[in-house]
């Protein structure tokens, strides 16, 4: 059995920034020896993340990357237990590691389960368990690509946006992060019209029928309501019909026009992620 000395301890501790005598332990259980102590470690704080497998985690963070290009990025949901720990630097660098593996893939929608079990990844999600001890799980996960990219992340980091434009904006105005912005906060359904599921178009117009039958309005009358409402919603649940909501920036403008004064022709992609939504 080998003489588990002070420094041995404070070497692993500085590894790992575990407590000293869990340091102590992963060096007696493994005869002194540093690498095998650091894995030996890492087994246990598997297990411990499978006895909190089935713990709720409510809580958690939203975690962007874009490549230095502003070319090719990746969002997505990291959940925990608690707030402390969503608000935790290590959870928060946690979430952005995981949102640059997904920017570093070829899939649009990769599958968390298997970013999660990335060897690379695995090892860092179960070093940071080790040092916050609550259940986390890996949520949505989206790349996007595109000749333009911004993103925003919430103040309190439950909720973020990542988009891609057609063309770098040619203005003085933050254009890419304000649309973000604008679309956490309008929450639109789809980017333009083609992109409206036709479940939601078809309740509209039959809404909008029903109404107007039952007060009796004229065929064509009926006909010109239904076409009305239908513009309505667009403009309320469409991305690029939608007035931009920092109106003191942009006046009372389209975000389509606002888009169009900058050089900028269509939103390419978009992705807004809410942790729990």
């Known amino acids: 059995m080998a003489n588990i000395t002070a420094q041995m301890v404070k070497d692993l501790r500085e590894k790992t920034d575990l407590p000293m005598m869990e340091c102590k332990q992963a060096l007696t259980e493994c005869d002194g020896d540093l690498n095998k102590a650091m894995d030996w470690l890492r087994m246990k704080h598997k297990g411990k993340l499978e006895e909190r497998a ?11 990357y874009i490549d230095n290009a502003k070319k090719t990025g990746g969002i997505i949901e990291l959940q925990c237990e608690t707030a402390p720990v969503a608000k935790n630097e290590l959870f928060i660098d946690l979430a952005d590691a995981f949102a640059k593996k997904v920017a570093q893939g070829s899939e649009a929608s ?7 079990k990335n060897l690379e990844m695995d090892a860092l999600f179960t070093n940071v368990f080790g040092k916050l001890r609550e259940a986390m799980n890996l949520g949505t996960c989206r790349r996007v690509e595109g000749a333009h990219l911004a ?3 919430h103040h309190d980091g439950k909720s973020g946006v990542l988009l891609a434009l057609d063309a770098e904006p040619q203005s003085d105005m933050n254009i890419g992060g304000d649309l973000c912005m604008h679309s956490l906060f309008t929450q639109p359904i ?19 029928k029903e109404l ?12 010109k309501i239904v076409a009305g409402k239908v513009n309505a919603f667009y403009s309320e649940r469409v991305l690029m019909e939608q007035l931009h909501v920092k109106s003191d920036d942009y006046g009372k403008a389209k975000i389509a026009d606002v888009l169009k004064n900058a050089s900028v ?11 729990g939504g």
């Not at 990769?110 to 999660?116: A, F, M, N, Q, V």
């Not at 789809?190 to 909008?208: F, M, N, S």
């Not at 022709?265 to 942790?275: G, M, R, S």
Request: a negative charge.
């Open 54 to 64: 089935d713990r709720a985690t409510g809580e958690g963070r939203i975690g962007v």
């Open 265 to 275: 022709n269509a939103v390419t992609d978009l992705v807004v992620l809410k942790v």
């Open 190 to 208: 789809a980017i333009d019209r083609t992109g409206v599921p036709a479940d939601q178009l078809e309740t509209v117009r039959k809404q909008a």
């Open 110 to 116: 990769p599958d968390p389960e298997t970013i999660r």
């Open 212 to 223: 107007a039958i039952a007060e009796g309005k004229p065929e064509n009358i009926t006909e």
């Open 151 to 153: 993103s925003y992340v």
